[in-house]
């Protein structure tokens, strides 16, 4: 046997005839492996079709968290669905994949859904070329397909409208004398809910973890996400993050758990669906709150998520990108560069004045015309 195959797990044997001594043998036996290995296993994998490859790679074991496990199978799904899943792997390369792109988006797919297939396809190659199946990444140079439009935020009029709707209907429920308790608890955390993340900038899960503990003086911990739906693991990126919150948003998270304390420590979610705090309420169920918010607004393009793009825009305008990167929770400043660079506000009036002035200079030396 010289080793094994990446791709199946099986063994591969070769048979060859070498005179010599047992340490000889042994020496020749070692560079079969290195030279067989491979190349068994290149061969394999040119015969294997690209959605064999998709089912093998999304059967391994991950680290994945379980919203990044949904968003994968939902992908491979349609790879699998798509013509492309019959293509072997051999004949897998970038000329290939620019006309399987051209045909997805001639028969209408969004250019979202395209950037995410190519992510998830080129995902699993990179992890054949990472277990040996292949020798190199068929992708290697290819020009990227378009991206999605730049992450919009919401509008600041849009915010403050939100505000000012949810508290009123804050003050509508406490108005309501034959309103019941329920109703006045969801109102007071769907204010606090946009206020939230219109200072936090934290993600929705990230919103939909959060404890009453997690906020110490002004700092709120952030150290927990709901993923996929309702598993409790950490944040996105794996890091815990602190960040100083509003004086105006800290003391309406005083003022609703006051009126509203959890009964155990250990059950102290923030936003929940009743006022016992005992489970809390799933990412989703934040969005239909801030769904039923928007339509009494009268704002239907916002988006729970888009508080958190306005917040990065804000501050990226400022030229505070550290700051941005840090409540953002990007592992990495060029992420934060990469979606929101564009709202830069241009600082270069002083470059300007400096070309003026030497188109100016140049154009008045020259003669005068005869």
Same mark, same amino acid.
């Given at each position: 046997?010289?080793?094994?195959?990446?791709?199946?797990?099986?063994?591969?044997?070769r048979?060859?005839?070498?005179?010599?001594?047992?340490?000889?043998?042994?020496?020749?036996?070692?560079?079969?492996?290195?030279?067989?290995? #491979?190349?068994?296993?290149?061969?394999?994998?040119?015969?294997?079709? *690209?959605? &064999?490859?998709? /089912?093998?790679?999304?059967? =391994?074991?991950?680290?994945?968290?379980? %919203?990044?496990? #949904? %968003?994968?199978e939902?992908?491979?799904r349609?790879l699998?669905?798509?013509?492309?899943?019959?293509? @072997?792997?051999?004949?897998?390369?970038?000329?290939?994949?620019?006309?399987?792109?051209?045909r997805?988006?001639?028969?209408?797919?969004?250019?979202?859904?395209?950037?995410?297939r190519?992510?998830? !396809?080129?995902?699993?190659?990179?992890? =054949?070329? $990472?277990?040996?199946?292949?020798?190199?990444h068929?992708?290697?140079?290819?020009?990227?397909? @378009?991206?999605?439009?730049?992450r919009?935020?919401?509008?600041?009029d849009?915010?403050?409208?939100?505000?000012?709707?949810?508290?009123?209907?804050?003050?509508?429920?406490?108005?309501?004398?034959?309103?019941?308790?329920?109703?006045?608890?969801?109102a007071e955390?769907?204010?606090?809910?946009?206020?939230?993340?219109?200072?936090?900038?934290?993600?929705?899960? $990230?919103?939909?973890?959060?404890?009453?503990?997690?906020? $110490?003086?002004?700092?709120?911990?952030?150290?927990?996400?709901i %993923?996929?739906?309702?598993?409790?693991?950490?944040?996105?990126?794996?890091?815990?993050?602190?960040?100083?919150?509003?004086?105006?948003?800290? $003391?309406?998270?005083?003022?609703?758990?006051? /009126?509203?304390?959890?009964? &155990?420590? &250990?059950?102290? +979610?923030?936003?929940?669906?009743?006022?016992?705090?005992?489970?809390?309420?799933?990412?989703r169920?934040?969005?239909?709150?801030?769904?039923?918010?928007?339509?009494? =607004?009268? *704002?239907?393009?916002?988006?729970?998520?888009?508080? @958190?793009?306005? *917040?990065?825009?804000?501050?990226?305008?400022?030229?505070?990108?550290?700051?941005?990167?840090? @409540?953002?929770?990007?592992?990495?400043?060029?992420?934060?560069?990469?979606?929101?660079? +564009?709202?830069?506000?241009?600082?270069?009036?002083? #470059?300007?004045?400096? !070309?003026?002035?030497?188109?100016?200079?140049?154009?008045?030396?020259?003669?005068?015309?005869?």
């Amino acid at each position: 046997m010289v080793g094994r195959d990446p791709a199946t797990g099986a063994s591969v044997q070769r048979s060859f005839t070498i005179r010599g001594d047992a340490a000889h043998a042994e020496a020749r036996r070692r560079e079969l492996v290195a030279d067989y290995g #491979i190349d068994l296993s290149v061969l394999h994998a040119s015969g294997m079709t *690209v959605g &064999e490859l998709l /089912s093998r790679w999304l059967r =391994a074991g991950h680290a994945w968290k379980p %919203s990044t496990v #949904i %968003s994968y199978e939902f992908d491979v799904r349609a790879l699998r669905a798509d013509a492309i899943a019959s293509d @072997r792997l051999c004949a897998v390369n970038a000329v290939a994949m620019h006309r399987t792109v051209g045909r997805w988006q001639r028969t209408g797919v969004s250019v979202a859904t395209v950037a995410s297939r190519c992510r998830t !396809l080129g995902s699993a190659l990179r992890w =054949a070329v $990472e277990q040996g199946t292949l020798r190199a990444h068929p992708f290697a140079g290819m020009r990227r397909p @378009r991206q999605p439009l730049p992450r919009l935020p919401l509008a600041l009029d849009d915010v403050d409208l939100l505000l000012r709707t949810s508290a009123k209907l804050v003050e509508d429920a406490r108005g309501d004398p034959g309103s019941d308790r329920r109703r006045l608890f969801e109102a007071e955390q769907t204010e606090l809910l946009v206020r939230l993340a219109a200072d936090s900038g934290a993600r929705r899960g $990230e919103l939909a973890a959060l404890k009453i503990g997690d906020l $110490e003086g002004r700092v709120l911990h952030i150290c927990r996400n709901i %993923s996929g739906g309702s598993t409790v693991t950490t944040p996105k990126t794996h890091r815990y993050r602190s960040l100083t919150l509003g004086a105006s948003t800290v $003391e309406l998270w005083r003022d609703h758990v006051g /009126s509203w304390p959890a009964t &155990e420590r &250990e059950r102290d +979610w923030l936003f929940s669906a009743g006022p016992g705090r005992f489970i809390f309420l799933q990412p989703r169920g934040l969005a239909g709150r801030f769904e039923r918010l928007r339509a009494i =607004a009268g *704002v239907p393009d916002a988006a729970l998520h888009r508080l @958190r793009h306005t *917040v990065a825009v804000v501050l990226v305008a400022e030229g505070k990108l550290l700051a941005a990167q840090h @409540r953002l929770g990007h592992s990495d400043l060029s992420t934060t560069l990469r979606h929101y660079g +564009w709202a830069q506000a241009p600082d270069d009036t002083e #470059i300007a004045d400096h !070309l003026d002035a030497v188109l100016n200079r140049r154009y008045s030396s020259l003669p005068p015309e005869a």
